[in-house]
């Protein structure tokens, strides 16, 4: 069983910056693909960033390559979505998620969810 939380979302004018973290419970978290997904209204949840179980790889969807970046540590279960140069689109609950022994979490269902962190982007 893993309990991810996240934390580090609010509200900042277009430009801006912003840094995620999502901390997670138990004991083989360094076995997880951990990634942040995010869900505007009315819209579908989406995959926004994945970093591998080692952290040698990391997988970003078209709109937020080279802005975002995702890191992680294994050593403090920790996932961490650095932010730069956000813009209104990129308004969303974001959540924090892991499965087991994957590569790019975007290629899968995830088995865990954070509860969510809103991030509101004005212009």
């Known amino acids: 069983q893993v309990q991810l939380v996240e934390s580090g979302g609010g509200a900042v004018q277009a430009g801006g910056s912003l840094r995620l973290s999502c901390a997670a419970s138990?004991?083989?978290?360094?076995?997880?693909?951990m990634g942040w997904f995010r869900q505007a209204p009315g819209k579908e949840r989406e995959f926004v960033g994945g970093?591998?179980?080692?952290?040698?790889?990391?997988y970003y969807a078209g709109s937020v390559k080279g802005r975002f970046t995702i890191s992680r540590d294994n050593a403090k279960n920790t996932v961490n979505l650095q932010m730069n140069s956000l813009k209104p689109a990129d308004s969303a609950v974001y959540y924090c998620?892991?499965?087991?022994?994957?590569?790019?979490?975007?290629?899968?269902?995830?088995?865990?969810w954070g509860q969510g962190t809103q991030v509101t982007v004005s212009s």
């Open positions: 998620a892991a499965k087991y022994g994957v590569l790019n979490i975007g290629d899968h269902e995830p088995e865990y």
């Open positions: 970093i591998s179980w080692s952290g040698g790889r990391t």
């Open positions: 138990g004991r083989t978290f360094s076995m997880y693909g």
